[in-house]
């Protein structure tokens, strides 16, 4: 049986804003990606994932789209983006897109012209509703703090928006809008794009009638199911996008999923029905939580990976991650990004990039990147931060109190431009960058880490070779090895005919790993971040090795 394409693929996330800027106006752009692709093929990577490149007032970093078939001005042109695709595919690399559906800003044309009166064409293409009590229609909180409806006096109504105020929600109850963003996907897929990543798109349906909700506030954890995120009913639509769009084209489709359980996720990903091929679960990202430390919680992470890798098995197939655009480094809060940075950034890479799936890489995940030093409020671009400090501001915090609350798990500690050479903006720009480069670009940057064969990046470059090389690290069934270790993440990978072990200390201490069931000493050695000290049965601080069996 032949496989999808998809299945042994390796994605890279590009942020664009962040990636390099071709023109020194501080932002990155797309000539400034062309210019970065040689560099992509060098870490072996073969699917670029770039986050949104459409017109946008950049309100949420252009997850606010106000014309989906333009491109951001401040990215370049239409001829770029057709340049780029030429050039990515020369290389063999594909694009897949960053689909925002949920939502468009209220900058584009359809919103400006529902807003207008409550009987134009467009009335209905957003989700309008009446006050009540002289307030917005219900409870229910934006995702970015604050009341989620926003009044506007034209209709005397308000509008919801799930995402930021400028981010309305399309009203996808009605069908011209279905048709018209199947339309624009379709424009997008017969230029040549690959397929694309699918943003928010858990919350296309909201509960009919709007009721109030029991806790508003609380939703990413004691609400299993609010109103506007997986809402019963969601299927059809997903189905109905599905059969008039992707179904009908060989791409690669990764849906956001927020408040999809494993056993949901069939229903997501099974490969007859043509909806999506994986889904970017968020019980993983929960784990990260809004916590001050957001320390690495071993035996949870084990059970929520073990899980959807055992659940998907034969029913759909899995999109391996640690780090995006939306969560803090992964050396920062996982690992030790002080004692055991190189080892600690192998480590974690080793445990998530060899499960079965396919591996995202986030840019500047591969040189083992940190959170930034923050230090101010001001420091801060991203407008979840902005809502969130006005509104404890107002409630009495100070801003030590805020910062205190946000600093290692901001979204913006990992939006910070990609980190090129030593100089110091990082060789991102020759103008003054939108978001500081951190200032460890000094030494930790892609110029040091190519000339260096044990760098971060030279391991990623190997473990992306080991992959292609053993299709049973890709296709393979997973298992849990050493399930209750306390330090230890460890499984196997079994194909037809042979066996891989994948070992990683994820602690600071050294961990003995006798109790494995696989013969250690017999075992020959594939990889691993440091040196073979001739010790088959322990691992040092954040040691990471991957054995094939010999059994
Ligand atoms: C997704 C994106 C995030 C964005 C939000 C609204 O979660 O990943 O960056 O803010 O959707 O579009
Ligand atoms: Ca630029």
Not at 196 to 215: L, S, V, W
Not at 231 to 246: H, K, M, R, S
Not at 452 to 461: E, I, L, R
Not at 484 to 512: C, F, I, K, M, W
């Amino acid at each position: 049986m032949t496989q999808p394409w998809w299945k042994d693929a390796v994605v890279y996330q590009v942020y664009p804003l962040s990636f390099n800027d071709s023109n020194g106006d501080g932002i990155g752009d797309l000539p400034g990606i062309i210019e970065k692709l040689d560099y992509l093929k060098e870490l072996g990577i073969n699917v670029i994932w770039l986050s949104p490149i459409f017109r946008s007032p950049n309100d949420d970093n252009g997850y606010d789209v106000s014309d989906y078939q333009a491109i951001m001005a401040e990215f370049g042109t239409m001829a770029d983006f057709d340049r780029l695709l030429a050039e990515a595919h020369a290389r063999g690399i594909r694009i897949l897109l960053d689909l925002v559906l949920n939502h468009t800003s209220d900058e584009h044309a359809w919103f400006q012209e529902s807003r207008q009166s409550r009987d134009n064409p467009k009335s209905d293409w957003y989700i309008w509703r009446d006050g009540k009590a002289g307030g917005p229609p219900n409870n229910w909180e934006s995702i970015f703090s604050g009341s989620a409806w926003r009044y506007y006096e034209d209709r005397d109504q308000y509008c919801l928006h799930l995402f930021s105020s400028k981010q309305p929600d399309l009203n996808w109850e009605n069908q011209d809008v279905r048709e018209a963003l199947y339309t624009m996907i379709r424009w997008w897929l017969d230029k040549g794009v690959d397929g694309f990543r699918i943003d928010a798109i858990t919350h296309i349906r909201k509960e009919q009638g709007f009721p109030d909700m029991p806790n508003p506030k609380g939703l990413e954890v004691v609400n299993a199911t609010p109103m506007h995120r997986n809402v019963e009913g969601i299927q059809p639509y997903i189905a109905d996008l599905g059969a008039n769009t992707f179904a009908h084209y060989d791409i690669m489709t990764v849906g956001e999923a927020a408040g999809v359980s494993v056993d949901d996720a069939p229903n997501w990903v099974a490969p007859e029905q043509h909806k999506f091929n994986m889904l970017f679960q968020f019980e993983q990202i929960k784990l990260w939580g809004s916590d001050v430390d957001a320390a690495l919680n071993l035996p949870a992470l084990r059970d929520t990976l073990t899980r959807w890798q055992k659940g998907l098995e034969g029913q759909g197939w899995n999109a391996l991650f640690v780090e995006n655009h939306d969560i803090a480094r992964v050396v920062s809060t996982w690992g030790n990004a002080e004692q055991y940075w190189r080892e600690s950034a192998t480590a974690i890479a080793t445990m998530y990039f060899l499960m079965q799936g396919t591996p995202f890489i986030y840019q500047g995940q591969e040189l083992g990147m940190t959170n930034f030093p923050f230090e101010r409020l001001d420091q801060f671009d991203d407008v979840a931060v902005r809502n969130l400090a006005a509104e404890e501001m107002a409630n009495g915090w100070t801003e030590a109190d805020i910062l205190e609350q946000i600093r290692n798990s901001a979204r913006d500690n990992a939006r910070t431009p990609m980190q090129w050479d030593s100089s110091p903006n990082g060789g991102f720009t020759s103008g003054t960058p939108w978001l500081a480069v951190n200032p460890n670009t000094e030494w930790l940057n892609a110029e040091q880490q190519r000339r260096d064969p044990n760098s971060v990046f030279a391991f990623y470059q190997q473990l992306i070779r080991l992959r292609a090389e053993h299709s049973s690290l890709v296709h393979g069934h997973y298992d849990l090895e050493l399930p209750t270790h306390d330090q230890v993440y460890a499984y196997t990978r079994t194909g037809t005919d042979d066996r891989y072990l994948v070992l990683t200390n994820l602690s600071d201490e050294p961990a003995d790993i006798s109790a494995c069931k696989v013969d250690l000493e017999a075992a020959e050695r594939l990889l691993g971040n440091l040196d073979d000290n001739g010790q088959p049965s322990t691992l040092r601080p954040w040691e990471a090795r991957v054995l094939r069996c010999a059994d």
